[in-house]
């Protein structure tokens, strides 16, 4: 069945680097494009990145741009998120989540993993 | 950005009842529209894609509408693991922006 379990999370001070990983099993993962989104506490989910099956494009939220990298390695199953430049606003669970794109050619977040909680606090 | 604004932002309602949740964007989205189920502690789920197609899995009691800017989900027969929060996602252009969500309470 598919997994996706996130690990890397954990308590950081505002300004340093945190790497996130992803890792896929069940499913072919070099045929998905994959995202990270996030839950801060108390707040709704926010979508924060997405890169391309192949690893060709990447795409962000203005919230992160410039400052997290998302990245992925078929060969391994995985999917990464760098995270530099760390604020006290990006505290939050992050879900990596699996994307397939159903009829219509329309992407769906169709398997989430469980998250991994990142805080950001001097 | 297209912005996605769901309404209300939480409800109450009783086991059996029928409960409709609205999600309007800020410009047209045609049917890129998705509704996931999140609880707390556990994966968002995927309920609605297409703005009105079942997730494979998820029970008949959940439908989906619209097309363009307004767009509902519908639970009929509520049940008690239908209380969580319900987000609308539109993707159709970058960024794949949710609703600000939807909090199902029992009452």
């Known amino acids: 069945q598919v997994q996706l379990v996130e690990s890397g999370g954990g308590v950081v001070q505002p300004g340093r680097p945190l790497r996130l990983s992803c890792a896929a099993s069940g499913f072919t993962f070099g045929g998905h494009g994959m995202h990270w989104v996030r839950q801060a506490p108390g707040k709704g989910l926010e979508w924060v990145a997405r890169?391309?099956?192949?690893?060709?494009?990447?795409y962000y939220a203005d919230s992160v741009k410039d400052r997290f990298t998302i990245s992925r390695d078929n060969s391994k199953n995985s999917l990464y998120l760098q995270m530099d430049s760390l604020r006290v606003e990006d505290t939050a669970v992050y879900y990596c989540a699996r994307e397939t794109w159903r009829v219509g050619d329309i992407p769906t977040l169709d398997y989430w993993g469980q998250g991994t909680l990142v805080t950001v606090s001097s | 950005d297209i912005q996605m604004t769901q309404s209300p932002s939480s409800l109450s309602a009783s086991v059996g009842d029928r409960v409709t949740i609205t999600c309007r964007a800020s410009q047209t989205i045609t049917n890129y529209l998705n509704w996931y189920q999140y609880k707390p502690g556990r994966a968002p789920n995927l309920l609605i894609y297409a703005a009105s197609t079942l997730q494979s899995g998820v029970p008949s009691r959940f439908s989906g509408s619209g097309s363009g800017t307004d767009f509902t989900l519908t639970i009929s027969n509520l049940q008690p693991e239908d209380f969580a929060t319900y987000y609308c996602q539109q993707t159709f252009s970058m960024p794949h922006t949710f609703g600000q969500g939807t909090r199902l309470d029992i009452k």
């Open positions: 890169i391309w099956h192949d690893g060709s494009s990447q």
